[in-house]
């Protein structure tokens, strides 16, 4: 790792879920036939040049097995400029739940005026499946022209740029992983929600090298962070206590308490103490708000012998959602309602950064001691990358750009990766992306995992559900899958 302690909640994002259930959902309506296909005039305009290409149809079938399958996708677009061009690029995205976008890269000769048939087919991976099912849209996102001049639309990334996925590893069947973390060796830890146990992996071919249960039933592990030396901390966020785990695969359980606080988020600073954040509300009647030492917004710090220490955010009902461990021993938290807080190592807090409409979901530190976050708009429909600085005055400012990614996201981890990027997972979405301070976005999406929640006729398709996200050394990506109980490694490029 390069030094970054990072984790995110995502209980908000099962609360939207919990609302896609009270209301009709188009993902789960019966699938209408495949068209041959449907008209689809989407263009993309580029600054004060014109238009390059237009796209004027989107159509095909397909069938799926498992991640991969065969596909049969027909587009029809052509160059409207003046220029030959010898390389296209475009974007197919589909809507629905789980939402997909793949892209294509095209060369040849392709001159003015004459139209462009593409066909997408054979051994396809099988995100293309949803563009056969439901409306999609096709938008091209580069051009490059015999005279050497090219074009390419804001925000888009090249087909060659996105990521791909390098490695798949399978954990025990319905495990249901919540959290990774890279050990020291390299190896993975990963936090098993319905085994309640605690997974050891070997990153390099994927064994299980050993899978210790949590001695409390039930306890609900969802987040872990490496500790000193080969020590991993994790928190139960049903069973109220902070674990830790040595690399023999011994346990340790401290209690938090309490029966009704939920510890989530958890980072270790430099003497050992692990800091963690406690995703509780004011309706929980088991944690008394009149005590001092008792609240429902709370940081709460545990150091290696067990005594744990709780200190109160100023802010009600702030839920806080990421936290991690500066370098300088200082404490950056996010809230649910908008507000970015930074506490000292004695837990006075210093400051809570005001809400400008954004809603922060990661926090984190690059090598260079810059801090980075990650939050989406106030719709959750874009994704914004930030830069936390100091002002003159020794406060901090945030300058955010956003990203444009289709559909609604619901943020369950994130990780900085050696650029400075943060990529980070969407549930919702079904997919890894990317957002970094130029504003592009890349992303990739991890197929259909086959479950669904709810009853009778609304239903929502869960996909894979990527919940947690880790950086390597060397830069790779590892994440978990909580619907597939599996551990995906990813090249970002």
Same mark, same amino acid.
């Given at each position: 790792?390069?030094?970054?302690?990072?984790?995110?909640?995502? /209980?908000?994002?099962?609360?939207?879920?919990?609302?896609?259930?009270?209301?009709?959902?188009?993902?789960?309506?019966?699938?209408?036939? #495949?068209?041959?296909?449907?008209?689809?005039?989407?263009?993309?305009?580029?600054?004060?040049?014109?238009?390059?290409?237009?796209?004027?149809?989107?159509?095909?079938?397909? $069938?799926?097995?498992?991640?991969?399958?065969?596909?049969?996708?027909?587009?029809?677009?052509?160059? /409207?400029?003046?220029?030959?061009?010898?390389?296209?690029?475009?974007?197919? &995205?589909?809507?629905?739940?789980?939402?997909?976008?793949?892209?294509?890269?095209?060369?040849?000769?392709?001159?003015?005026?004459?139209?462009?048939?593409?066909?997408?087919?054979?051994?396809?991976?099988?995100?293309i499946g949803p563009f056969t099912s439901y409306p999609n849209h096709c938008s091209l996102t580069y051009v490059h022209f015999t005279d050497g001049t090219e074009w390419r639309s804001a925000g888009s990334f090249l087909v060659a740029e996105r990521p791909e996925v390098i490695g798949?590893?399978?954990?025990?069947?319905?495990?249901?992983?919540?959290?990774?973390?890279?050990?020291?060796?390299?190896?993975?830890?990963?936090?098993?929600?319905?085994?309640?146990?605690?997974?050891?992996?070997?990153?390099?071919?994927?064994?299980?090298?050993?899978?210790?249960?949590?001695?409390?039933?039930?306890?609900?592990? &969802?987040?872990?962070?490496?500790?000193?030396?080969?020590?991993?901390?994790?928190?139960?966020?049903?069973?109220?206590?902070?674990?830790? =785990?040595?690399?023999?695969?011994?346990?340790?359980?401290?209690?938090?308490?309490? /029966?009704?606080?939920?510890?989530?988020?958890?980072?270790?600073?430099?003497?050992?103490?692990?800091?963690?954040?406690?995703?509780? =509300?004011?309706?929980? $009647?088991? $944690?008394? @708000?009149?005590?001092?030492?008792?609240?429902?917004?709370?940081?709460?710090?545990?150091?290696?012998?067990?005594?744990?220490?709780?200190?109160?955010?100023? @802010?009600?009902?702030?839920?806080? @959602?990421?936290?991690?461990?500066?370098?300088?021993?200082?404490?950056?938290?996010?809230?649910?309602?908008?507000?970015?807080?930074?506490?000292?190592?004695?837990?006075?807090?210093?400051?809570?950064?005001?809400?400008?409409?954004?809603?922060?979901?990661?926090?984190?530190?690059?090598?260079?001691?810059?801090?980075?976050?990650?939050?989406?708009?106030?719709?959750?429909? &874009?994704?914004?990358?930030?830069?936390?600085?100091?002002?003159?005055?020794?406060?901090?400012?945030?300058?955010?750009?956003?990203?444009?990614?289709?559909?609604?996201?619901?943020?369950?981890?994130?990780?900085?990766?050696? *650029?400075?990027?943060?990529?980070? @997972?969407?549930?919702?979405?079904?997919?890894?992306?990317?957002?970094? *301070?130029?504003?592009?976005?890349?992303?990739?999406?991890?197929?259909?995992?086959?479950?669904?929640?709810?009853?009778?006729?609304?239903?929502?398709?869960?996909?894979?559900?990527?919940?947690?996200?880790?950086? #390597?050394?060397?830069?790779?990506?590892?994440?978990?899958?909580?619907?597939?109980?599996?551990?995906?490694?990813?090249?970002?490029?």
């Amino acid at each position: 790792m390069i030094g970054i302690r990072q984790n995110i909640g995502s /209980t908000a994002a099962l609360c939207v879920m919990l609302v896609l259930l009270t209301a009709p959902v188009a993902a789960a309506e019966p699938a209408p036939p #495949a068209p041959a296909a449907s008209p689809m005039p989407a263009t993309i305009e580029p600054p004060g040049n014109g238009l390059p290409i237009t796209v004027t149809k989107c159509g095909g079938s397909a $069938r799926v097995e498992g991640r991969r399958g065969s596909a049969r996708i027909d587009v029809n677009y052509e160059v /409207t400029g003046a220029k030959t061009a010898d390389a296209v690029e475009f974007l197919m &995205r589909n809507e629905f739940g789980p939402r997909y976008a793949i892209g294509v890269r095209d060369n040849g000769t392709f001159s003015p005026g004459v139209p462009i048939h593409h066909l997408l087919a054979a051994d396809a991976p099988n995100e293309i499946g949803p563009f056969t099912s439901y409306p999609n849209h096709c938008s091209l996102t580069y051009v490059h022209f015999t005279d050497g001049t090219e074009w390419r639309s804001a925000g888009s990334f090249l087909v060659a740029e996105r990521p791909e996925v390098i490695g798949e590893f399978g954990l025990p069947e319905n495990s249901r992983p919540r959290g990774i973390a890279i050990g020291a060796d390299g190896s993975l830890w990963v936090v098993e929600e319905r085994a309640n146990a605690i997974a050891h992996v070997d990153a390099g071919n994927g064994k299980l090298l050993g899978e210790y249960p949590i001695p409390t039933a039930q306890a609900d592990p &969802r987040y872990i962070a490496r500790g000193a030396g080969d020590t991993m901390w994790f928190t139960e966020f049903r069973g109220a206590k902070i674990g830790t =785990i040595s690399p023999d695969g011994t346990i340790r359980e401290f209690s938090v308490g309490c /029966t009704g606080c939920h510890p989530g988020p958890i980072a270790v600073d430099a003497s050992g103490n692990a800091w963690f954040a406690e995703m509780n =509300i004011e309706t929980d $009647r088991s $944690r008394p @708000t009149a005590s001092p030492t008792y609240g429902a917004n709370v940081i709460g710090r545990i150091t290696p012998q067990g005594m744990v220490s709780e200190f109160a955010i100023p @802010t009600q009902n702030s839920y806080p @959602t990421a936290l991690f461990v500066a370098r300088d021993g200082t404490i950056w938290f996010t809230e649910s309602g908008g507000k970015i807080g930074h506490m000292a190592s004695d837990g006075k807090v210093l400051v809570e950064l005001a809400s400008t409409g954004e809603r922060p979901w990661w926090i984190g530190e690059d090598a260079n001691g810059v801090l980075h976050a990650l939050s989406t708009d106030a719709r959750a429909t &874009r994704v914004g990358y930030s830069i936390l600085s100091r002002t003159p005055e020794g406060g901090y400012q945030k300058i955010s750009t956003f990203s444009p990614l289709s559909g609604l996201i619901a943020i369950t981890g994130g990780a900085l990766d050696l *650029q400075g990027n943060i990529w980070f @997972t969407d549930m919702l979405g079904n997919r890894i992306a990317r957002a970094g *301070q130029d504003g592009r976005s890349a992303e990739l999406n991890l197929g259909r995992g086959g479950t669904s929640v709810g009853t009778g006729p609304i239903t929502v398709n869960l996909g894979t559900a990527p919940m947690s996200i880790a950086v #390597a050394d060397d830069g790779t990506l590892w994440l978990v899958e909580l619907m597939t109980s599996r551990i995906i490694h990813i090249r970002p490029h």
